[in-house]
Structure formats: C-alpha cells, structure tokens
C-alpha cells in the first residue's frame, strides 16, 4: 500500500513522533491490519526501506465508552510494562483523537503458530509462564480506577455480560429460539455462585486467547489488555485452555491445566486447592460468553468469519457441563435436548 492522505490525522500523528525522537523518515507507509472483533483500527507503519516502526492504533472517542477504553488502554498498557509484563511500549497517545503509537511484538500469533504447526505443549507451557506473571505481578499496584468496564469480575459481570449475553445473543439473536427460556436462571445463578468463590485479588485480562498472545524470537508477547480488571485466576486460564481458535484436545489441555497448577501451587497451595474448586465454573462462564460474542459479531456486525468457531465453542460448553455432572447445571443442560431449534 503506498503512502496515502485516507489517514492524514495517523499519519500526522507518526510523524510528529518520529520528530520528536529524532527518527526522520523521508517516506512511511501506513499499512491496515487484519481486523478482528473490535472497531479498534490498528496499521503497522513501515519505513522506506520496509523497516517496522511501529504499530498505530484507532479508536475514535465517539462515546463515553470509548473514551474509558482508550483510558484503560493507555493506563492499564504503562502500569504492565513497568511491571515487566511483555506488551507492547506505548510510545505516544492523544487521547482526544483516541491515536496510539506502539512497538511492534511481531505478526505471528499464537493461533497462526498452532495452525501451521507448532509444538503446542512447548508453546503453551511458555504462554502459562507469562500468564502467571500477568496476574500476580500485574495486580502489584493495580489502581482499579483505570478499568474501563468494570473494576472487579463479579457476579454481575458474569449474569449480565456473559450468562444473558449467551442467551439473548447466542440462543435467541443467532439460532432464533422463542419462548420462555426463564428455565436457563437457575443454572446460570448456580454457575456464578460457583464461580464467585474464587478470589478476586489478581489481575485478569478477561480476554487471554490465542489471538491476543504474539510469538517471535524475542519471547511472548501479550496485546488488548484494556479489559483488564481484578478477578480470578482460573478465569484467564479457562480462555486460554477452550480457545475455539486452537481447539486444544482434552489431553492436552489437562497436561496444561496440570502445569499450570504445579507452579501455582509452589507459590501458594491455598490458591491451587481453589482453582481445582472454581475452574469447572469460570470455564463454563467463558465458554457462554465466547458463544455471546461470536453470534453478536456474526449477526449485528456481520463479521460472519466467526461462525467458523461456533461449533467448536458449542462443542466445548457441552463437554464442560458433561464434565461437571451436577444437578446445578440440569437447566443449560436441557438445551442440547430440546425437540426443535436447540444447540446440535
């Protein structure tokens, strides 16, 4: 793509930076980069000579929500990077125009590794390395004013923007159920209780998938880090291990959990005894908002590339309630043996 005036205010904006660190480019090009689920924009800016200088990132603050976002990014970025959590530095921001300008982690994903065949367990066991650092080290000075959504993972979090998101976005918006699906409170409740036992004392992304973590020779990186909150340990890990991006078999995915367990357990035995006793839960509460998100992305902002994780994530919800195997659970359980129109 060559040097165009479509982003005159990034462009601007780079170039400003580059100034001011004495980094003079004669020419840059500003090249778009795969979109994902958000409306964030983000170009990988590149020298004359094809160089990367950078990432840049869009995020216009046309409400109130975005405005946080883009608070949350900014604090919640420089507060992980002090903590020497591998993201990217935040070279500069404006907030008022909601620009970013960032270091480059690299193009490959952990997603593209495992597609293309990477050792999987290798790969994993270095990404459960850094996640424990995440969450312990992250949560060292965490101010919760920066979150942008909401400051701890709670039960209300879990009903209202997970349990309800899966069943207004998933079961009604995508596969077109009607009716009373009131059935579905008690499990949902059931499930949150559960969940909410755990602790909330560490720093969870809320969004620690494939897709968010970048591999390169200097090591693991983590990017969107602005959902950032307070909350369990387990939760994090759960979005990891039933990644529909990756699809992890059941071996695979206990020999991790079990990994990461041991080096939990070395720092604090009491928070392994809880994580045996909560996951089954937290990974229950992901897997619904996975299904929310992918049907709401799939059917309102028409990204219809999602659907092709729908049926893996239908799959993981189905071995997780057969896993669990308590009465609790009795009503999701019944949506796999409705007559007409239930989850195949």
């Known amino acids: 793509m060559k040097e165009t005036d479509d982003y005159g205010g990034l462009e601007k904006f ?57 608070r949350a990014y900014l604090l919640i970025g ?37 597609v293309k065949g990477g050792d ?5 066991e270095q990404v459960l390395d850094v996640l424990l650092r995440l969450q312990t080290d992250g949560s060292v000075g965490f101010d919760m004013e920066w979150c942008c959504q909401t400051k701890v993972y709670d039960r209300e979090v879990m009903r209202r923007y997970e349990s309800d998101y899966f069943r207004s976005a998933f079961l009604r918006g995508y596969l077109g159920m009607s009716g009373d699906l009131g059935f579905l409170d008690s499990a949902f409740d059931y499930i949150a209780e559960r969940a909410s036992s755990a602790g909330c004392g560490h ?85 619904l908002q996975i299904l929310g998100a992918f049907a709401f992305l799939s059917k309102v902002r028409e990204k219809t590339y999602f659907e092709a994780y729908i049926p893996g994530a239908v799959k993981s919800l189905k071995g997780l309630i057969e896993g669990v195997q308590n009465r609790g659970l009795e009503g999701l359980g019944e949506i796999f043996r409705l007559p007409a129109g239930g989850i195949k």
């Open 14 to 70: 780079i170039r400003g930076f580059l100034r001011r660190k004495k980094c003079l480019e004669s020419a840059i090009t500003i090249v778009p980069m795969a979109a994902d689920g958000s409306v964030r924009r983000f170009f990988r800016v590149l020298s004359a000579d094809g160089f990367s200088l950078g990432v840049a990132m869009l995020n216009e603050p046309l409400d109130g929500a975005a405005e946080r976002e883009n």
């Open 78 to 114: 420089r507060h992980l990077k002090a903590r020497g959590i591998p993201v990217p530095e935040i070279y500069g921001a404006d907030l008022e125009s909601g620009l970013f300008f960032m270091e480059d982690l690299g193009e490959k994903s952990l997603q593209d590794m495992i």
């Open 120 to 124: 999987p367990k290798g790969l994993y």
């Open 203 to 287: 720093f969870m992304h809320r969004d620690f998938q494939s897709r968010n973590i970048i591999i390169s020779e200097g090591g693991i990186g983590i990017v969107d880090w602005q959902g950032g909150r307070m909350g369990p340990l387990g939760y994090d890990l759960a979005s990891l291990l039933i990644d529909p991006y990756t699809a992890l078999g059941e071996d695979l995915r206990l020999n991790l959990y079990e990994y990461y367990r041991l080096r939990l357990e070395k720092k604090n035995p009491l928070l392994a005894s809880e994580l045996d006793k909560t996951y089954p839960y937290l990974a229950l509460q992901r897997n």
